[in-house]
């Protein structure tokens, strides 16, 4: 069973706006955690934001934030005011603590593609 | 404070060589993990090492395996090398093991397979 589900393969936004994308989640597990990354092109996987299981507000970092909605299972990543350098593939991965936390699981990805 | 880094980053092997990846993690991580990543099935767990031992393993023949130094310095390697071991070849450190410890990665090291 697909436990990170990334829906939307690819993306358009227009420079200077908003937008969200789409990572559902699966699993039994009560402690995890969950991440998002953005990989450009040149391969380097770039960690942008975490939320953990019990955090009860939205993880927010700079013009990233994480729309947690744990009953949902679901943790969109928001990219406000967006340029054109966020144009890269983004990754939510989860991590389980029945792993004992060493592995992380990825969705597909999400290609963003920022237009001028 | 440097991130993690590896080497090379570029290589290409011919079918049937072997070949050792390095990575060393950010300096006072003890958590290395390793992930194989090609076009096909996306990004796929290989090892996770803490303090030497490997916790976690994928599900990968046994020409993968890897190991780590006491400096939490890693390396993996693959023999025997197969076309489809083409890709890209990440490590990623964490100070811990837990899932509340944020995991960082390096540049990869993009493995052609002729």
């Known amino acids: 069973a697909q436990k990170i589900t990334q829906t939307q393969p690819g993306m358009f936004v227009q420079e200077k706006e908003a937008v969200t994308l789409d990572c559902t989640y699966d699993?039994?597990?009560?402690?995890?955690?969950l991440f998002w990354y953005k990989q450009p092109s040149s391969g380097e996987m770039i960690f942008l934001i975490y939320?953990?299981?019990?955090?009860?507000q939205n993880a927010t970092e700079g013009r990233y934030s994480l729309n947690f909605q744990k009953a949902r299972k679901s943790a969109n990543l928001v990219i406000s005011a967006s340029q054109l350098g966020d144009s890269a593939m983004y990754f939510c991965?989860?991590?389980?603590?029945?792993?004992?936390?060493?592995?992380?699981?990825f969705g597909q990805g999400t290609e963003l593609s920022v237009k001028p | 404070k440097a991130g993690v880094t590896q080497t090379p980053r570029y290589l290409i092997k011919t079918r049937g060589q072997q070949v050792t990846l390095s990575c060393s993690p950010i300096?006072?991580?003890?958590?290395v993990s390793w992930y194989q990543q090609t076009p096909g099935q996306g990004l796929q767990f290989l090892f996770e090492?803490?303090?030497?031992?490997?916790?976690n393993k994928g599900n990968f023949p046994g020409r993968f395996s890897g190991r780590q130094f006491s400096n939490s310095r890693s390396e993996m390697n693959v023999s025997t090398l197969e076309l489809g071991d083409s890709a890209l070849y990440l490590c990623?450190?964490?100070?811990?093991?837990?899932?509340?410890?944020?995991?960082?990665f390096g540049e990869g090291s993009w493995l052609t397979v002729v």
């Open positions: 300096s006072g991580h003890r958590s």
């Open positions: 991965a989860m991590r389980e603590r029945r792993n004992q936390g060493g592995k992380l699981i």
């Open positions: 990623a450190s964490s100070l811990t093991t837990g899932p509340g410890n944020t995991i960082y």
């Open positions: 090492y803490f303090s030497e031992t490997q916790r």
């Open positions: 699993t039994s597990d009560q402690s995890y955690g």
């Open positions: 939320q953990g299981s019990y955090d009860e």
